[in-house]
């Protein structure tokens, strides 16, 4: 990965945006796509659009959602402590002792998520999945007036798992989901860019809100663009790890680094699944392929159905560790999930040849 895109991997995976609050990585993923886009389109949802090639014929959409999973604080105690919400699906086994940080008016706020001591706990307490009722946050003050002197209820929270490098090219922080397929379509649209014949497609990359919470930002951000063609990245279970290897035969066999994963069922455009296919083998991208034998749960899911219909379809990058603070995924994964929508994008000639 070269250093210019590692480094807008870093900043954006350091941005604080679950569901609903992505206005800190919008801004830092349309910072990095004003050096090439023609133009950038934000609309009132807030979902960011980077154009390419604008006139061109036909239309192709290349989607990743900004948002993440993460809280918002609900009510602050008399005594300080902070009760929460949750931002998306959350394993609340995993929460549990986490430190956090509140995206708060004036600057961040550090905290952790308290729960009553397993010694102190009845027997039957030790292996029950706590609720968010049993949790807490705690920042270090004492007194409600103190609490607010710094925050606010409404205040978007997320776990403080920063970017760590491991061997191999493995990136693990929080928010690879799905910040992994933003970044993956900024870097499309970069390759794109810099090609000696550009596209004849008028290409928009647009970076999806609020995914994680009912796939909204996929709905009005197709609806707006009405494209002929949507390709959409987000992340997969990689089954490669002990705790998944079981669920192979309804998820696939998918490893981390083995390039990117093109889905195949319902949800998927069939000769847009072979173009992506036969893309990948002419540039000697490495791919995976699994079945969706019916929704993708993705936002590839609601793109096929926005107006008149969409020729969809779902290029996946391989996640260990999904919803956790630990997210991995191999950031040679993610420069192939680039070189193939750029590819692909550049194969498009027609609009007819989607009409089946």
């Known amino acids: 990965m070269h250093d210019r895109s590692r480094k807008f991997l870093e900043r954006l995976l350091a941005s604080i945006g679950p569901s609903g609050y992505e206005e800190q990585p919008a801004s830092v993923w349309r910072e990095e796509a004003t050096s090439f886009a023609a133009t950038i389109v934000r609309d009132r949802h807030g979902n960011t659009d980077a154009v390419l090639n604008p006139g061109g014929s036909p239309r192709i959409l290349l989607a990743g959602h900004l948002d993440e999973i993460g ?6 105690e008399d005594d300080g402590f902070l009760r929460f919400g949750t931002v998306g699906k959350w394993d ?23 729960k009553k001591p397993v010694h102190l706990q009845k027997e039957s307490d030790r292996s029950q999945v706590p609720e968010v009722s049993d949790l807490w946050i705690d920042i270090g003050v004492g007194s409600r007036e103190e609490a607010l002197s710094s925050i606010a209820v409404g205040d978007p929270v997320v776990l403080d798992a920063p970017f760590v490098e491991l061997p191999g090219e493995k990136a693990v922080c929080r928010g690879l989901d799905d910040r992994g397929g933003a970044f993956s379509v900024l870097e499309a649209g970069r390759i794109l860019s810099e090609m000696e014949r550009p596209p004849r497609a008028e290409v928009h990359l647009v970076a999806t809100c ?11 951000s197709a609806y707006r ?20 290897r079981s669920e192979r035969s309804a998820y696939g066999d998918v490893k981390l680094g083995g390039g990117p994963v093109i889905s195949r069922g319902p949800n998927i455009h069939p000769r847009l699944f072979s173009l992506l296919v036969e893309t990948a083998q002419e540039h ?3 791919y995976q392929i699994i079945a969706e034998p019916g929704g993708t749960g993705t936002d590839a899911q609601e793109m096929q159905v926005v107006r008149g219909g969409i020729a969809t379809a779902l290029v996946s990058i391989p996640l260990r560790y999904m919803h956790t603070p630990c997210e991995m995924v191999s950031m040679n994964d993610l420069i192939r999930v680039a070189r193939l ?9 027609d609009a007819e040849q989607f009409i089946l």
Not at 71 to 76: A, D, G
Not at 100 to 113: E, W
């Open 92 to 114: 609340l086994q995993v929460v549990q002792g986490q430190r956090v940080v509140i995206r708060a008016a004036n600057g961040l706020v550090r905290g952790v998520i308290g």
């Open 71 to 76: 809280f918002v604080v609900t009510h602050v």
């Open 341 to 349: 929508l750029a590819h692909a994008t550049a194969a498009i000639q």
């Open 210 to 220: 609020q995914e994680e919470i009912g796939i909204r930002g996929a709905r009005t």
């Open 225 to 244: 663009i009405d494209p002929v063609v949507a390709i959409v990245v987000d992340v997969t279970f990689a089954t490669d790890e002990p705790g998944s």
């Open 284 to 286: 000697g991208i490495p």
